[in-house]
């Protein structure tokens, strides 16, 4: 339980630092590394929705970025397929009203991160904060709700700092 604990702080750090960018590619870079430690921390707990998410959130963040460096868009059959893919892996693994809590935070993730709009990536990782407290809070993995909270107040403060033109780059 202690690993998966450390393992959820490391993964909240990364998605932090991911959202004090304002370059898409910073943010999926960072986004790779936060879902591999979040996917390991779920993965300690047994909380396998989760786990399949992250492991998908890698793979969406890996492609985003591949076209991103390229400086091209995404094909939208890619989201259609990742979508469906968080749909299957829901079908699957769904047990209850929390279990689907991860599967519709990867449909935003996946619609929100496609979009070329850093405003609207911010405003999606404020509403999947939200959702993860509750997930984390009902399978009893404190920590990241803990980071969940930052990740709200650092959505907040990136929102501002783009307003402002002062993210990270």
């Given amino acids: 339980m202690i690993i998966s604990q450390i393992l959820g702080i490391l993964a909240f750090l990364f998605y932090v630092f991911s959202i004090q960018n304002k370059k898409k590619k910073n943010i999926l870079l ?5 879902n591999i430690f979040y996917a390991l921390s779920y993965l300690i707990l ?11 959130s890698f793979i969406r963040c890996l492609i ?14 890619i989201v259609f397929v990742l979508v469906l893919l968080s749909i299957v892996i ?8 929390f279990d689907a809590i991860p ?17 609207m990536i911010y405003i999606s990782f404020i509403i999947a904060a939200v959702l993860w407290i509750i997930y984390n809070f009902y399978i009893g993995t404190y920590t990241p709700m803990i980071g969940n909270v930052f990740e709200i107040i650092s959505g907040l403060v990136a929102m501002y700092r783009l307003k402002k033109g002062k993210c990270l780059n």
Avoid at 30 to 34: G, P, T, V
Avoid at 47 to 56: E, F, K, N, P, Q
């Fill in 30 to 34: 960072m986004q790779l590394i936060s």
């Fill in 46 to 56: 047994q909380a396998i929705s989760a786990v399949l998410i992250d492991g998908l």
């Fill in 64 to 77: 985003y970025y591949h076209f991103d460096i390229k400086h091209k868009k995404c094909p939208l059959w």
């Fill in 90 to 97: 829901g079908v699957f693994t769904v047990r209850n009203v």
């Fill in 103 to 119: 599967i519709i935070i990867s449909i935003i993730y996946i619609i929100s991160t496609w979009q070329d709009s850093v405003k």
